[in-house]
């Protein structure tokens, strides 16, 4: 079992930068991917970004690319997120999720194969 519990998220500026974090608590091994989500109201889950436990990989949805970066502490279990230039569409409660096991990144971008969330942060940009 794995728990995941986010932070970081609040209430900035257009323009500006939030860092969230997510710790997992449990094992995860090589290959398993910490991903990033996003909901807004209304909206259904949307993928933001991926990053594989101990191995290479990184992968980002188009609507984010060259503003956010993610990264990841292995020895920690901790993944974050820089969010750079925020604007007001970033606004959402953004969801971290583990999926075991290696997968292409087609998978990797669908909320649906991932089998832990935590309960998700919210991050607000006012124009």
């Known amino acids: 079992q794995v728990q995941l519990v986010e932070s970081g998220g609040g209430l900035v500026q257009t323009g500006e930068s939030l860092r969230l974090s997510c710790v997992a608590s449990?094992?995860?091994?090589?290959?398993?991917?910490m991903g990033w989500f996003r909901q807004a109201p209304g909206k259904e889950r949307e993928f933001v970004a991926v990053?594989?436990?101990?191995?290479?990989?990184?992968f980002y949805a188009d609507s984010v690319k060259g503003r956010f970066a993610i990264s990841i502490d292995n020895a920690k279990n901790t993944v974050f997120l820089q969010m750079n230039s925020l604007t007001p569409e970033d606004t959402a409660v953004y969801y971290c999720?583990?999926?075991?096991?290696?997968?292409?990144?087609?998978?990797?971008?669908?909320?649906?194969?991932?089998?832990?969330w935590g309960q998700g942060t919210q991050v607000t940009v006012s124009s």
């Open positions: 999720g583990l999926r075991q096991g290696r997968a292409i990144a087609t998978i990797l971008r669908n909320p649906d194969q991932y089998t832990y």
């Open positions: 449990g094992r995860t091994n090589r290959g398993d991917a």
């Open positions: 990053i594989r436990v101990r191995e290479s990989g990184t």
